[in-house]
């Protein structure tokens, strides 16, 4: 079994074809931040369509959970 693991991982790192799944990169606790923040920049980006956060944006954000919130709420209770 663990011979079938090792063969199943190898494979999973470096593929006979394309490119390999995995890249090296440099640590750097800087850098590391950076793409942090990329990647929550672009997560808000995709899940409401804005590029920056504003406090006008926030709290529609937050007043559109609490609506929300509350139609399930309003299900739950009938």
């Given amino acids: ?3 079938n693991l090792e063969r199943i991982l190898q494979g999973c ?3 006979k074809e394309g490119r390999p799944n995995l890249q090296k ?3 750097s606790a800087e850098r590391a931040k ?3 923040d ?3 920049e672009n ?3 995709e899940q409401y369509g804005i590029e920056v956060v504003t406090n ?3 709290e529609w954000i937050i007043e559109d959970a609490k ?3 509350l139609k399930i709420e309003e299900i739950l209770a009938s």
Avoid: C, G, Y
């Fill in 56 to 58: 006008d944006d926030a």
């Fill in 1 to 3: 079994m663990h011979e």
């Fill in 25 to 27: 990169v440099p640590v």
């Fill in 38 to 40: 990329k990647a929550q």
């Fill in 43 to 45: 997560r808000v980006v």
């Fill in 13 to 15: 790192f470096h593929p």
């Fill in 67 to 69: 609506d929300f919130v």
């Fill in 34 to 36: 950076q793409h942090i």
